[in-house]
């Protein structure tokens, strides 16, 4: 998007942050850029402005997104080993609602998967730059993934489309990769899962595209630790419960809230198994206590505003209600005999 200046003027904008003017690529000084910013461009970005207590207006440096649109089905390879849903064959399926104590060859496999989950992760967070795609992010996951030998299990998990989830800005979780592209001042977070020897391992984080504002950055890395908080709390006896009692007033005390539709799960030879894993307070929350050669994810999502959430109609995208925030990170975790292991490390 480029304006030209026909004038030379020499008039100051509006208090507009440098991201915004880079953006549009407004020059600051033209009268005509100045005036199609406040006619065109500043409706379209109004619910990013806030006033803070002196009344200066701000303006957020992150762009507002909607689901785009979602390119051509990649292939997996014939020697690929795929997950059941994938192939059509029946999983096995534990009952209902125990929860599985994992054996040592499982367990030794789902340590194979999750590091490969992981690494997959910090190739995914070296594609992060303004510019990129987050179909290309995508594609290059998906070809990493495979060239290391392993199915990328999001890819047909009843019925998503893609090899990741890339959930940009106010999109919560299980965002598609589109056309969408990455400006400088958004944050984006990448949920890897690798389906290898077998096991699932998964895993997911939160990056800044460029330089990001002050806001964005702290609930990063609130997001972060309040994730490490909730594996801390997982040991031989303590409840499920405790995962939350961990997060959610640390996240509440640094003035996030917790997304209370999605939840963290039981993973190992299938994608989701029990339990639900709460992160914040719920009637609803499993009083079960943990045992070593349990397996299960935690993944925080801490919401800036509200935590009002629509889906998308494309059946997957959870966008936030009010346009604001949310971060996510996640982690694969076993419970050994004296604590827990994280094993997407
Ligand atoms: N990886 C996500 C999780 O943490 C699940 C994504 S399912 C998908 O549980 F179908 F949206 F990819
Ligand atoms: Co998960
Ligand atoms: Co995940």
């Known amino acids: 998007m480029h304006i ?3 004038n030379n003027c020499i008039s100051t904008l509006l208090e507009l ?3 915004h003017i880079r953006m549009y690529s407004i020059n600051p000084t033209c009268q005509l850029c100045k005036r199609r910013l406040v006619e065109v461009y500043l409706p379209q970005i109004s ?3 806030f006033y803070n207590k002196r009344s200066i207006r701000h303006i957020r440096s992150y762009q507002i997104v909607r689901p785009g649109i979602v390119s051509k089905r990649k292939e997996v390879p ?9 192939t059509g064959k029946l999983q096995k399926q534990s009952s209902r609602s125990a929860i599985a104590i994992h054996s040592e060859d499982v367990i030794g496999r789902m340590r194979a998967s999750c590091s490969l989950a992981s690494y997959i992760l910090q190739f995914a967070k070296g ?7 987050t179909d290309e992010i995508d594609s290059c996951i998906h070809d990493e993934i495979v060239r290391c030998g392993a199915y990328p299990s999001t890819l047909l998990y009843k019925g998503f489309p893609k090899s990741c989830c890339t959930s940009v800005n106010n999109v919560v979780c299980h965002g598609i990769p589109d056309d969408t592209i990455l400006q400088c001042g958004d944050i984006i977070n990448i949920d890897v899962t690798v389906y290898y020897m077998g096991c699932h391992g998964d895993t997911s984080d939160t990056f800044p595209v460029g330089e990001v504002d002050e806001k964005a950055q702290h609930l990063i890395s609130i997001t972060q630790s309040a994730l490490l908080k909730g594996v801390l709390a997982c040991k031989p006896g303590a409840r499920f419960t405790e995962i939350a009692s961990a997060i959610e007033p640390y996240a509440v005390t640094n003035g996030f809230k917790i997304c209370r539709r999605f939840v963290g799960h039981g993973i190992g030879e299938s994608f989701h198994m029990p339990p639900n894993v709460y992160h914040s307070f719920t009637v609803l929350g499993d009083r079960r206590k943990m045992e070593p050669g349990m397996i299960f994810t935690i993944e925080p999502i801490l919401m800036e505003g509200k935590t009002n959430v629509e889906i998308a109609t494309d059946g997957w995208t959870a966008l936030s209600k009010d346009n604001l925030l949310s971060a996510q990170a996640e ?5 050994t005999d004296t604590g827990r292991d994280i094993l997407t490390k």
Do not use: A, N, R, W
């Open 127 to 133: 594609l992060v730059e303004p510019g990129i795609s």
């Open 78 to 86: 014939e020697h690929i080993v795929k997950p059941g849903y994938v």
């Open 331 to 335: 982690h694969t975790v076993l419970v």
């Open 47 to 49: 619910s990013l402005f």
């Open 17 to 19: 942050s440098l991201y």
């Open 4 to 6: 030209y200046c026909t």
